[in-house]
C-alpha cells in the first residue's frame, strides 16, 4: 500500500520514542505495522526488554545506604562549617 | 511519577527562596531527595564507585556554592542534573568529537533491504531465552556505550525523567534526544544479540 510505514522508520520511530510525539494518523499505521509485521514486533519487545533490564540493574546496584548516609553527612558539614564562618552572607535568621 | 511530592515541595517559591538564601535545612531536605540518584546517574553514566562517589560530592558543593543564582525557573533537579552533567562532560571532552558520526548508525542501515524492510531481521527467541541473555550480557554491552548515551538512557529509563527534562539537563534538542536514545538503544541491542549468538 503506497504511504505505508516500513520497518526501517518503524524501528527509528521506536528507538528515538518519535512514535510518542506523532499524530493519530502515524501511530494508526504504526499499529497496523506491528500487527502485521512479527520482525518489528520482535524489535519492539528487545527495546522494551532493554529498557526493563536497565532498570532493573540500576536499581538493584543502588549505592547502599551507608554510602548515601555517608555522603550526605560529609555534604551538611560543609554547609554548616560555611555557615559558621559566615562566608558567603548565607546565615539564614531563623 | 516517583518523588511527585518532592517535586511539587520543591518548585514552591518560598522554598527556592529559603534555598537561595543559604538555609541549611533547605538545603538538606534536596540533598536527602536527590543524592541518591545523582549518585545513581553517576555510576550508570559509567563511572566507578569512588569516582561516582566524588563527584556526586562535587555535585552537591558546586550547588551549595552557586545556590544564590539559582532563581527556580527550572525544577531544582533539573539544576542539579544539569551540574552532574558539566561535571561528566568535563572528562568526556576528548571523546566527544569521535561521537558526531556513530558507527551504529551504519550497522543499523545495514539491517535494512533498500525497500525499507528487514534485511537481517532481530532474533526471533522465547521471553525466558532473551531475559537471560540480557541478564548475561546488558552490563558488559552497557559498557560499550558513550557514556553521553548512556545517561541520556538512564535519565530516560531508570529515573522517568520527560524529554524536556533531559534536554533541558543535557543542553541537546528534542532531536538530538532522539538521536541519542535511538544510538543507545540499537547499541545495547546489537550488543546483546551479537554476545548471545556467540553464546
Not at chain 1, 77 to 82: D, L, M, T
Not at chain 2, 85 to 106: C, F, G, H, P
Not at chain 2, 164 to 183: K, Y
Request: glycine share 8%; with cysteine.
Amino acid at each position: 500500500m503506497n504511504g505505508m510505514l516500513k520497518c526501517h522508520e518503524v524501528s527509528r520511530l521506536v528507538a528515538s520514542e518519535e512514535i510518542a510525539g506523532a499524530g493519530l494518523w502515524r501511530r494508526m499505521e504504526f499499529r497496523l505495522h506491528l500487527m502485521m509485521c512479527r520482525h518489528c514486533r520482535n524489535y519492539v519487545r528487545h527495546v522494551g526488554l532493554i529498557g526493563a533490564a536497565v532498570r532493573r540493574l540500576m536499581k538493584t546496584a543502588a549505592e547502599d545506604a551507608q554510602v548515601v548516609e555517608r555522603l550526605e553527612a560529609e555534604i551538611m558539614e560543609a554547609v554548616r562549617k560555611g555557615d559558621d564562618s559566615g562566608s558567603g552572607g548565607h546565615r539564614h535568621p531563623h | 511519577m516517583k518523588g511527585g511530592e518532592d517535586q511539587t515541595t520543591f518548585s514552591d517559591p518560598a522554598f527556592v527562596e529559603r534555598l537561595r538564601a543559604g538555609e541549611a535545612a533547605a538545603i538538606e531536605a534536596v540533598v536527602h531527595a536527590y543524592l541518591p540518584q545523582i549518585l545513581r546517574a553517576a555510576r550508570g553514566a559509567g563511572l566507578d564507585a569512588q569516582r561516582a562517589q566524588d563527584v556526586t560530592q562535587s555535585v552537591f558543593l558546586t550547588f551549595i556554592q552557586s545556590i544564590g543564582r539559582f532563581e527556580g525557573r527550572s525544577h531544582v533537579r533539573t539544576w542539579l542534573f544539569g551540574i552532574l552533567y558539566r561535571k561528566l562532560s568535563e572528562t568526556w571532552r576528548a571523546v566527544k568529537r569521535e561521537n558526531q558520526a556513530d558507527d551504529i548508525d551504519d550497522v543499523m542501515e545495514n539491517r535494512f533491504a533498500p525497500d525499507g524492510t528487514w534485511a537481517r531481521p532481530p532474533r526471533a527467541a522465547d521471553q525466558a531465552t532473551l531475559d537471560a541473555e540480557i541478564r548475561a550480557h546488558l552490563a558488559a554491552c552497557l559498557d560499550e556505550v558513550p557514556q553521553r548515551q548512556r545517561l541520556a538512557f538512564v535519565l530516560r529509563e531508570v529515573d522517568g525523567f520527560s524529554t524536556a527534562e533531559i534536554c533541558n539537563v543535557l543542553e541537546v534538542t528534542d532531536t538530538n534526544l532522539g538521536v541519542l536514545l535511538f544510538r543507545v538503544r540499537n547499541r545495547l541491542r546489537e550488543c546483546l544479540e551479537k554476545r548471545s549468538l556467540k553464546g
